[in-house]
């Protein structure tokens, strides 16, 4: 990976916990790879859906049905929109 990409990589990062932290009116040292959307931050099927489409418009990078529906976790989201 070239040093562009790298730092590409890590504002996309960036960008996405800030969104999460903003969506979840959590604060951004609160928000980990591991931390669960449903069980942890008690959202539903609806929720999550809306979650992933709202990143998916703000991030312009857009899943297939089957992607979205493996995303249970905040690493889960990173995986699939920084990949």
Known sequence: ?????????????ADLLQTLSSEF??????IHPFTRLREDLFLDTMDI???VAGLESRLEYYLTEEEASQIETVGDLQHFFLR
């Open 1 to 13: 990976m070239t040093q562009v990409s790298t730092s590409a990589l890590a504002q996309r990062n």
């Open 25 to 30: 009116r959590l604060p951004g040292h609160r």
């Open 49 to 51: 859906e809306l979650l």
